[in-house]
């Protein structure tokens, strides 16, 4: 089974609106930690959010926030008045087991185009 | 510089060929990973160091691949006898063991086996 979905390979979104992309994930662990990266099409892999499996709110950075329900198992990223310099790819991974290092596990990837 | 650094940032290489990939991770980053990126794909895991342990080397995809990291810092990942497959962006990251694990990648190497 795959440890990180993203159901979404492109998506579109009118400048100035928020858009939603989803990212649903499987582990068995109690412990684990969701990220969200943007890779621009320079290729370069920029942190964007956090979210704890023990976290109780969401985790929120500037125009981010990361929508969290545990018990759908699903980390999807808000990103709100979406900006041209938004358009790039969007992954979606977890780590499980913080703090022991291990595994990161990516999604495929969202496409974002924003549209003037 | 601040960031992790990769080189070369482009490899052309013919099929049988041994290449030799570098990362200089973030100075006083403990723990590094090696990442593969295949056109349209999404990350996949090759490698990870933690500090002077074991090397978690579950994700390399054949014995070609190897990776060693010298002294705590730089990393060397090696393809042996390349194969038209293994051409890919390879992206390096390094992370601080004390933080919530995000990691800070390198712009890549986009590696062409002919």
């Known amino acids: 089974a795959q440890k990180i979905t993203q159901t979404q390979p492109g998506m579109f979104v009118q400048e100035k609106e928020a858009v939603t992309l989803d990212c649903t994930y499987d582990?068995?662990?109690?412990?684990?930690?969701l990220f969200w990266y943007k890779q621009p099409s320079s290729g370069e892999m920029i942190f964007l959010i956090y979210q704890g499996s023990y976290d109780e709110q969401n985790a929120t950075e500037g125009r981010y926030s990361l929508n969290f329900q545990k018990a759908r198992k699903s980390a999807n990223l808000v990103i709100s008045a979406s900006q041209l310099g938004d358009s790039a790819m969007y992954f979606c991974?977890?780590?499980?087991?913080?703090?022991?290092?291990?595994?990161?596990?990516f999604g495929t990837g969202t496409s974002l185009t924003v549209i003037p | 510089g601040a960031g992790v650094s990769q080189s070369p940032s482009n490899k052309v290489t013919e099929k049988g060929k041994d290449v030799e990939l570098r990362c200089d991770p973030i100075?006083?980053?403990?723990?590094l990973y090696w990442y593969r990126q295949s056109l349209g794909q999404g990350l996949e895991f090759l490698i990870y160091?933690?500090?002077?342990?074991?090397?978690?080397k579950s994700g390399l995809p054949s014995d070609r691949f190897s990776a060693e990291r010298t002294g705590g810092s730089v990393s060397t990942l090696t393809i042996q006898r390349t194969q038209q497959e293994d051409s890919a962006v390879y992206l390096c990251?390094?992370?601080?063991?004390?933080?919530?694990?995000?990691?800070?990648f390198g712009p890549g190497t986009r590696l062409t086996v002919l």
């Open positions: 991974a977890m780590r499980e087991r913080p703090n022991t290092g291990n595994q990161f596990y």
């Open positions: 990251a390094s992370s601080r063991r004390t933080s919530l694990g995000e990691q800070f």
């Open positions: 582990t068995s662990d109690q412990s684990y930690g």
């Open positions: 100075s006083g980053h403990t723990a």
């Open positions: 160091f933690q500090g002077n342990s074991a090397p978690d």
